[in-house]
């Protein structure tokens, strides 16, 4: 059974920094894309970077290019998402993402996730 379990959310003041960890169990690790998603109510979840679980390579939304940044420790199946610099329009649930057996580094659409975590909030005050 897929699991994935994220920590690390919290609130912060605008410029700020937050690293989330994402913990996987229950897939081939290596053979994957994981991704981190971010949502507020009433507005439809958005890919924010995702990662190749084979070759480490990544991509950026456009939102976020330049002040987050998503790595990988493989030999503990867990992916990080550092945020730097934050804004108050970051504020969001932040999901992390998977689909396995998916050899790419773009997973930022919801429609090709196969699983989910809960969710860790961050929000970020002005």
């Known amino acids: 059974q897929v699991q994935l379990m994220e920590s690390g959310g919290g609130s912060v003041q605008a410029g700020g920094s937050l690293r989330l960890s994402c913990s996987s169990s229950?897939?081939?690790?290596?053979?994957?894309?994981m991704a981190w998603f971010r949502q507020t109510p009433g507005k439809e979840r958005e890919g924010v970077a995702s990662?190749?679980?084979?070759?480490?390579?990544?991509f950026y939304a456009a939102s976020v290019k330049g002040r987050f940044t998503i790595s990988q420790d493989k030999a503990n199946r867990t992916v990080y998402l550092q945020l730097n610099n934050l804004k108050p329009e970051d504020t969001a649930m932040y999901y992390c993402?998977?689909?396995?057996?998916?050899?790419?580094?773009?997973?930022?659409?919801?429609?090709?996730?196969?699983?989910w975590g809960q969710g860790t909030q961050v929000t970020v005050s002005a």
């Open positions: 993402a998977a689909r396995v057996n998916y050899f790419t580094t773009y997973c930022l659409s919801p429609t090709v996730i196969s699983h």
């Open positions: 990662i190749s679980t084979d070759t480490s390579g990544t």
């Open positions: 229950g897939f081939t690790y290596s053979n994957g894309c």
